[in-house]
């Protein structure tokens, strides 16, 4: 139950360091790590492929802290879409607010369907430049898929668990923390999992409000017509998406592992 | 021990439970036995309130249950159901320690009390203690159902249809262990079945229903030999009613005792707390129409004919 079947499997015929290489989110840590900080050193090559270009490489701010400030911008709005949207799922699949879940779906469908561009339009006017305006973007762009998520995960448990554990005498929130929760975690994970990776390239676009994000180098590339700026901007976003999906992938199968055993 | 005292449910304009009242005493194995659609799992749930009567009472121990907070009300009751819903990301272990965990016993408690039920159910700690209900076959799941409703130790065992949904041999096997549980531990066991055999094996008192009404509420014995209505001929089977007969009486009851001048007639002798039932098969394998029958002890104890199988 503890050393599931890869782990066996990579520990035959190769070296411990070798297997932790073959770890997806390992080398995923591992190629963004190399991307952020060895990007200057990479200079030789964009040089050599965009030989036109008096300054083939991002120079503005150092890869490190925009990485800092895309991830930040990513996990406030993660964090604050699954807090919402797993209470808003909560609730509309508890007697008392299964009246209201019509109405949150449209919400949080309306929420996903209105473009982020739209929405800093609209919200730099009454909040000013900044990465405030993004935030709303992001988190509004988030909720749909962790709402949905949310419902089905606690719908999809069993009514013969749901009803053993009311007729063993446990409360609601006994019910919900012990039961429902555990069993829709993989599902719920896979919602956030969906909203934080699409919200790491949506939030490239909160730098065209003054946000300090990996967009930076991607719009005043766009601007400055430099696609090297553009090439690096984007790399560096894909790499860090890949880390975040590696990493809620494993989080979900440690959350499922029981289904292993 | 629980009474139920003009019952009555419904569901629109459906009448599930209709004026029932009957009460089941202390320490008594209750079966509710009636065709689909009868009312006897609404009138089960109504007991640990998963279910509201619309009128009437239930009283548990005296005590109307609708005074009573539902969660603390069902920690005084062993709930198993057909479907079982163990809890799939829950080792059997954590399972069977649900209701214990939700008292908030000690942890050496629980454990104890963990070992000693997968003892009563036959589950062997080495094999299940840590493996999940899915690595478990329908049979050994609805064991872990069984011990998780007695953890807490309740005095009330509520049962809808728990063996209905497994193999013959294996509902057999487990039938028998319910039976030997309910003699050691003497809870009081309400039994929801539409199986009239399960009934007569188990009960001490059935309870007949029949669109929401109770029909009968009697003996095994007296639902053999005294049925109310024709439902409950129906529900025995007519074809198979004098059979059923025989297996509710023992070759005890029948025996005519060794008068001491003849001899015994050849054969294994049967036990006197053999069914006629079996008294019965063992003449027709024999070819024969006298078995001797000797006491727990092993002494003769007299001499069964045939003719006393069809004394009225």
């Known amino acids: ?261 | 021990m629980i009474a139920f005292e003009r019952v009555t449910k419904r569901f629109g304009p459906w009448t599930a439970v209709n004026d029932v009242s009957f009460t089941v005493g202390e320490g008594e194995f209750c079966v509710l036995i009636g065709p689909s659609g009868s009312g006897k799992s609404t009138l089960l749930k109504m007991v640990n309130r998963l279910v509201a009567q619309d009128a009437g009472a239930i009283r548990v121990a005296g005590e109307d249950i609708a005074g009573v907070a539902p969660e603390e009300l069902r920690r005084r009751m062993g709930y198993v159901i057909q479907s079982v819903g163990l809890f799939p990301h829950w080792t059997v272990e954590r399972n069977i320690a649900t209701v214990p965990v939700l008292l908030g016993w000690p942890k050496g408690r629980v454990r104890d009390r963990v070992a000693e039920l997968m003892d009563l159910l036959k589950l062997d700690p080495g094999r299940f203690r840590d493996a999940f209900p899915h690595q478990l076959s329908g049979g050994q799941q609805q064991r872990v159902g069984v011990a998780r409703a007695l953890a807490g130790d309740p005095p009330i065992l509520l049962m809808d249809e728990p063996f209905s949904a497994l193999d013959p041999i294996t509902r057999d096997t487990l039938q028998g262990e319910l039976a030997n549980i309910h003699r050691q531990t003497r809870k009081t066991i309400v039994f929801v079945t539409h199986d009239m055999d399960e009934a007569l094996r188990l009960a001490d008192r059935i309870a007949v229903l029949e669109h929401g009404r109770l029909v009968q509420c009697a003996t095994p014995r007296d639902i053999l030999t005294r049925p109310a209505r024709d439902i409950v001929r129906d529900l025995v089977g007519r074809e198979e009613w004098g059979l059923k007969r025989l297996a509710v009486e023992t070759v005890g009851d029948r025996a005519r005792p060794a008068d001491g001048t003849s001899a015994p007639p050849p054969g294994e002798p049967l036990p006197s707390a053999a069914p006629l039932r079996r008294a019965l098969s063992e003449m027709v394998a024999r070819g024969t129409d006298r078995l001797p029958v000797v006491d727990e002890h092993g002494r003769p104890a007299g001499v069964l004919h045939l003719a006393d199988l069809v004394r009225p």
Request: net charge positive; hydrophobic share 55%; proline share 7%.
């Open chain 1, 1 to 261: 139950m503890t050393g599931g079947v890869p782990r066996q499997n990579r520990g035959r015929g190769m070296g411990r360091g070798v297997a932790v290489l073959a770890d997806r989110l390992v080398l995923a840590v591992l190629a963004l790590a190399a991307l952020v900080l060895g990007m200057p050193v990479l200079k030789p090559l964009f040089a050599a492929l965009y030989p036109a270009l008096d300054r083939p490489l991002y120079e503005g701010d150092s890869f490190l802290a925009l990485t800092a400030g895309h991830l930040a911008l990513v996990g406030l709005s993660g964090l604050t879409a699954a807090i919402v949207g797993v209470a808003a799922g909560i609730a509309v699949t508890r007697p008392a607010g299964a009246e209201f879940r019509g109405l949150i779906e449209a919400v949080v469908t309306a929420g996903q369907t209105f473009p982020p561009v739209a929405v800093l339009a609209v919200a730099v006017p009454v909040m000013g430049f900044g990465p405030e305006p993004a935030l709303i973007a992001l988190t509004l762009y988030a909720l749909l898929p962790i709402v949905e998520n949310t419902i089905a995960g606690l719908e999809g448990v069993p009514d013969a668990v749901l009803e053993s554990a009311r007729g063993l005498g446990m409360r609601p929130a006994e019910v919900l923390v012990r039961v429902e929760l555990p069993l829709a975690a993989p599902v719920i994970i896979a919602g956030i999992r969906t909203a934080v990776v699409i919200n790491v390239g949506t939030a490239a676009i909160a730098s065209t409000v003054g946000a300090k994000t990996l967009g930076l180098p991607i719009i005043v590339g766009l601007n400055g017509a430099n696609p090297a700026y553009v090439v690096q901007g984007a790399v560096v976003v894909a790499a860090l998406a890949v880390v975040l999906d590696a990493g809620f992938d494993r989080l979900a199968s440690r959350l499922s592992r029981w289904r292993r055993a």
